[in-house]
């Protein structure tokens, strides 16, 4: 599932490489999103975003299998997040759906994404590939809110393949794609209803499942496991894919065409000691 160890663990970017050393790969990941499709990126269609949404992270009660399946209890007890899209070509287009739902245990973060999808696509299998090409769900994360200008991208496909990286702003801007980091332990699950890059029927959606130990967070500062009350902030996308697909979002990046990497709009997550599905949770 992921590629072999190029770097040190303790160095989040390879801060070892010389910038001139920076790759192709990494200068994608570095430009973000308007790269990859120019001046063919849908336009704004919702409302300048007004406060930051919040979200509370409640503790796995009887356990989550990372199977690409959201039929756990637990699942059906957690929160929704139904994800926006800021950003459509035309207005009348029928939005596609995404939901996710989040959980933790002392070792793991998991979240869940369920994707309707008309016309599901993927190919790249390769970690650290440009995922964020295809039909591909993420999340940017911090531990520490009060720098939310140094976070971790999971960019995961519908094959389940990760690019995973930490990423840095100085001056307004982004200084590095850090794909050479790489993540320990993730685990990734997802199942299609559909055909799987064949675009001549419609395709019902997908449903990707992850685990990230929380180990991967320790880089960045911030309390590595959470503790109750404990709050990060955090973004969770999806990418439109090549095929009539739409740039969605939890937190509203305020952007006026598709833009994920704006930290300072990043959601707000709060970690509870509250087992998901106790009466007094809702
Ligand atoms: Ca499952
Ligand atoms: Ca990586």
Request: charged share 25%; glycine share 10%; proline share 7%.
């Amino acid at each position: 599932m992921r590629g072999a160890r190029r770097r040190r663990p303790d160095s989040p970017i390879g801060r070892d490489a010389s910038p001139r050393l920076v790759t192709a790969a990494a200068l994608l990941v570095l430009t973000g999103l308007p790269l990859q499709a120019g001046d063919n990126l849908p336009g704004r269609v919702l409302p300048a975003p007004s406060e930051l949404p919040s979200y509370t992270i409640e503790r796995v009660s009887s356990g989550i299998t990372v199977d690409g399946r959201a039929d756990e209890p637990d699942w059906k007890a957690a929160a929704v997040i139904e994800l926006i899209v800021p950003w459509l070509h035309d207005e009348a287009e029928p939005v596609q759906a995404t939901e996710a739902r989040m959980l933790w245990s002392p070792e793991d973060l998991f979240i869940v994404y369920k994707c309707a999808d008309p016309f599901i696509g993927a190919e790249i299998v390769e970690h650290d590939g440009a995922t964020y090409l295809e039909d591909t769900v993420e999340i940017f994360a911090t531990p520490n809110a009060d720098d939310v200008y140094n976070y971790y991208g999971y960019e995961m496909n519908v094959l389940g393949t990760l690019l995973d990286y930490v990423t840095f702003w100085r001056d307004g801007e982004r200084l590095s794609g850090g794909s050479g980091w790489q993540s320990e332990g993730v685990r990734i699950a997802t199942t299609i209803d559909g055909t799987l890059n064949d675009h001549s029927d419609k395709d019902s959606g997908w449903i990707l499942e992850i685990a990230i130990p929380f180990d991967n967070f320790r880089h960045l500062g911030g309390r590595i496991p959470p503790r109750d009350g404990d709050r990060w902030r955090l973004n969770l996308n999806r990418c439109a894919g090549r095929t009539a697909g739409q740039y969605a979002m939890w937190s509203d990046s305020g952007t006026p065409k598709p833009q994920f990497h704006v930290p300072e709009r990043f959601g707000v997550a709060v970690f509870s000691e509250r087992a998901t599905g106790a009466a007094d949770s809702r």
